[in-house]
């Protein structure tokens, strides 16, 4: 009898699908701000500028002379390695503005070493930069997880450099996912209430894995302990072109777009709130050449439903550019099927 209990018990340890490597590890946050700090940098202007006072300066009588030594320009805010060879991901608007000269940014590493940044790439749509510092390789670099799975509730860890000081670490949980703030029509956001204060612009956002999740962006203002992250999973669809190209190309439908209430559902036919509502079709676009009205409701987009307005423009810049798809409109309560040539968004 008891070889047979043996026998059956070795025979399911045999066939269980997990082993212990293939269990993702979590980490204590103290681990994980030791295993990834390397990886985090601090991007800064090259430009000089003399030191004035400050109330900690006055309290601790720091002497005059050293209040006026020359200096790095503040923090313009954080960054993170993603390759080893030195390719950094940060906020656009750490970086910008658009003419500021290749030689104004420097990258501080963990280590204290300091590199020339150069900017390889940039999208100001969703608020991404992607920049090279050479020499000094290779360099301690992040694992990018999967933002499409993450759970309310799910703790994250945000590293960077909250008002210039550097190595400074927030902790929170995920508070929310797909919020829209209104900053443009890709804005797709997770919520946090991890502390993401000035400077911690441009860093990351990792689950308890050790994986980045989001790149920090923003801040309530009126709001203390919201902040909100870029999806990796978003960043992730446009960094070959960021790095091959410099900048993103995305198709364009020529229509403005709101959300439908339940009333608004009412009032055009519909059964349900769901897809999106067309306020106004631009002249020679896309869409008016497909035939798409004011009033339409656009549900399905090249064989993808579209349950809230913010998915149809990333469906649509994420769309070849000369690509003919279908789309199912809801025009009176009545569901027509039209077909649309995506053109070139153009950059404003």
């Given at each position: 009898?008891r070889?047979?209990?043996f ?5 399911l340890l045999?066939?269980?699908?997990l082993?212990a490597?293939?269990?993702?590890r979590?980490?204590?946050f ?19 500028a ?8 006055d309290?601790?009588s720091?002497?005059?002379d050293?209040l006026?030594?020359e200096?790095?320009e503040g923090?313009l805010?954080?960054?993170?390695i993603i ?11 750490v970086?910008?503005p658009?003419?500021r ?9 963990s ?9 390889i790439?940039?999208d100001?749509k969703?608020?991404v930069?992607?920049?090279r510092?050479d020499g ?6 992040v ?6 799975q993450?759970?309310?509730?799910e ?5 960077g450099?909250?008002f210039?000081?550097e ?6 949980v ?10 443009g ?5 997770i ?5 993401i204060?000035?400077g ?10 050790g994986e980045?999740?989001?790149v920090n962006?923003?801040?309530?203002a009126?709001t203390?302990?919201?902040g ?20 993103v190309?995305r198709?364009w ?9 339940t009333d608004?559902?009412k ?5 349900d709130?769901?897809?999106?509502l ?11 050449q497909a035939?798409?009205v004011?009033g339409?409701?656009i549900?399905?987009?090249?064989g993808?439903?579209v349950?809230q ?15 003919s798809?279908?789309?199912r409109?809801?025009?009176d309560?009545?569901?027509?099927q039209l ?5 070139q968004?153009k950059?404003?």
């Amino acid at each position: 009898m008891r070889s047979l209990f043996f026998l059956i018990s070795f025979s399911l340890l045999a066939l269980s699908p997990l082993r212990a490597e293939e269990i993702p590890r979590s980490y204590t946050f103290s681990e994980l701000v030791h295993k990834e700090k390397g990886a985090i940098v601090s991007i800064r202007s090259a430009k000089l500028a003399k030191e004035g006072g400050g109330p900690l300066k006055d309290f601790f009588s720091v002497p005059s002379d050293r209040l006026k030594q020359e200096i790095r320009e503040g923090s313009l805010g954080t960054g993170f390695i993603i390759d080893p060879s030195g390719l950094i991901l940060t906020n656009y608007h750490v970086i910008a503005p658009a003419n500021r000269p290749a030689e104004d940014l420097l990258v501080r590493t963990s280590d204290r070493k300091e590199f020339p940044a150069h900017v390889i790439g940039k999208d100001p749509k969703i608020d991404v930069a992607l920049l090279r510092i050479d020499g000094g390789g290779p360099f301690a670099s992040v694992i990018l997880g999967d933002s499409d799975q993450l759970d309310i509730g799910e703790w994250v860890i945000a590293l960077g450099n909250a008002f210039g000081l550097e190595e400074t670490v927030t902790v929170g949980v995920v508070s929310g996912v797909g919020r829209t703030l209104g900053t443009g029509p890709y804005d797709s956001y997770i919520q946090t209430d991890a502390a993401i204060n000035v400077g911690n612009s441009g860093g990351p956002l990792f689950n308890i894995r050790g994986e980045v999740i989001g790149v920090n962006a923003a801040i309530n203002a009126a709001t203390q302990g919201i902040g909100f992250a870029i999806p990796i999973n978003m960043v992730r669809k446009i960094l070959s072109a960021l790095e091959k190209e410099g900048k993103v190309t995305r198709g364009w439908l020529g229509v403005m777009i709101q959300q439908l209430t339940t009333d608004l559902a009412k009032a055009f036919k519909l059964n349900d709130d769901q897809g999106a509502l067309v306020s106004e079709v631009m002249k020679e676009s896309p869409a008016e050449q497909a035939g798409i009205v004011r009033g339409d409701v656009i549900v399905e987009f090249d064989g993808k439903k579209v349950g809230q307005m913010h998915e149809l423009p990333t469906l649509v810049a994420e769309t070849p550019v000369g690509k003919s798809v279908p789309v199912r409109v809801i025009r009176d309560g009545v569901p027509i099927q039209l077909k649309v040539k995506i053109l070139q968004l153009k950059e404003e």
